[in-house]
């Protein structure tokens, strides 16, 4: 089972950030958080993933809090192309990836 | 870098026939999985290798399903005969080695089909 929990759907403005939220209270010390994407009939793209610091790169930033029981992937500037299911999963890194129903975003122009 | 590459895209098969997908993954990646995503759900491991040897097969329907590494590189998964039930599509993915922290890139998949 996912040890995860996100919302079912979101719904951001084109523009504006999209702050999607993840809670993962049974995060172990070692354990990664993961975001991945998919847009409809295409395989699953990695975005970014953090142990205990906020990172950002080119598509995303992520904020983890200090406890580490949940977090946010922050997409700035949210454009129609990025209307997908984002997926949130705690992982060691180096196993499967468990996954669970992700949070439908939709873009709205 | 190219990516994970698969094929076909798409199949359509007869129930009891049987059908091979194929997996490329990234130039130098060590771990290859291949996943079943149900039409409405997530991906679900089916069978991890690490090299050409299996790591995880747990949740691979032995009595049907097969899947091989040869040389480390390239991946094949069968189906053999195939069930109503295995329509989903079949997404093949890699990851450079099997550090904590790693990343498994994703291919397009294959949409399989069972009539």
């Known amino acids: 089972d996912a040890k995860t929990t996100q919302p079912t759907s979101m719904d951001c403005a084109e523009g504006r950030a999209a702050n999607l939220p993840c809670n993962h209270s049974?995060?172990?010390?070692?354990?990664?958080v993961y975001w991945y994407r998919q847009i409809h009939s295409q395989g699953p793209q990695y975005i970014i993933h953090g142990l205990k610091n906020n990172e950002t790169n080119e598509m995303a930033s992520l904020i983890i809090t200090e406890d580490r029981k949940s977090s946010t992937l922050i997409l700035p500037h949210a454009t129609l192309r990025d209307t997908a299911v984002y997926y949130c999963?705690?992982?060691?890194?180096?196993?499967?990836?468990?996954f669970g129903t992700g949070t439908r975003l939709t873009i709205i122009p | 870098e190219a990516g994970v590459a698969q094929s076909p895209r798409y199949k359509i098969i007869e129930k009891r026939q049987s059908v091979a997908f194929w997996c490329n993954p990234i130039s130098g990646h060590a771990t290859l999985y291949w996943y079943q995503q149900i039409l409405g759900q997530g991906p679900k491991l089916l069978i991890q290798?690490?090299?050409?040897?299996?790591?995880?097969d747990s949740q691979l329907p032995k009595d049907r399903f097969s899947a091989e590494r040869l040389k480390g590189v390239d991946s094949t998964l069968k189906i053999q005969p195939a069930k109503l039930e295995d329509s989903a599509v079949y997404l093949c993915?890699?990851?450079?080695?099997?550090?904590?922290?790693?990343?498994?890139?994703f291919g397009p998949g294959t949409r399989l089909t069972v009539l």
């Open positions: 999963i705690v992982n060691f890194g180096n196993e499967k990836l468990t």
């Open positions: 993915a890699s990851m450079l080695g099997r550090e904590g922290g790693d990343t498994q890139y």
């Open positions: 290798f690490q090299n050409n040897g299996v790591v995880d």
């Open positions: 049974t995060i172990s010390g070692n354990e990664y």
